[in-house]
């Protein structure tokens, strides 16, 4: 069974840095993608980044582009987000997430439990 594990949440100050790792584990096919969404208090989730292992495509919304970046160690079948130049409003619970199609669309699934971003001064 897909198992997504999140880590590397914390505190940073705004114009910070932060990198969280989500390593994936039971996979039996070559093909899929890992997204990185987030959820404010308050706010609705929304997606934030995801990269595909057929061609390494990457997304990204438009709030964090230039900013975030997503990058991925296929030995260690782990995807990364790279968090730089954080804003007060990158606050929020940070998931991960599966897409076995490797497309990077909905549905996702084998959520992660979440790791905590709180950027503050």
């Known amino acids: 069974q897909v198992q997504l594990v999140e880590s590397g949440g914390g505190l940073a100050q705004p114009g910070g840095s932060l990198r969280l790792s989500c390593a994936a584990f039971?996979?039996?096919?070559?093909?899929?993608?890992i997204a990185w969404f987030r959820q404010a208090p308050g706010k609705e989730r929304e997606g934030v980044s995801c990269?595909?292992?057929?061609?390494?495509?990457?997304t990204a919304a438009g709030s964090v582009k230039g900013r975030f970046t997503i990058s991925r160690d296929k030995a260690k079948n782990t995807v990364y987000l790279q968090m730089d130049r954080l804003e007060i409003e990158d606050t929020g619970i940070y998931y991960c997430?599966?897409?076995?199609?490797?497309?990077?669309?909905?549905?996702?699934?084998?959520w992660g439990q979440g790791t905590q971003v709180t950027v503050s001064s």
């Open positions: 039971g996979f039996t096919r070559d093909y899929y993608a």
């Open positions: 997430a599966v897409d076995h199609t490797g497309r990077c669309a909905a549905p996702y699934d084998n």
């Open positions: 990269i595909s292992t057929i061609d390494g495509t990457t």
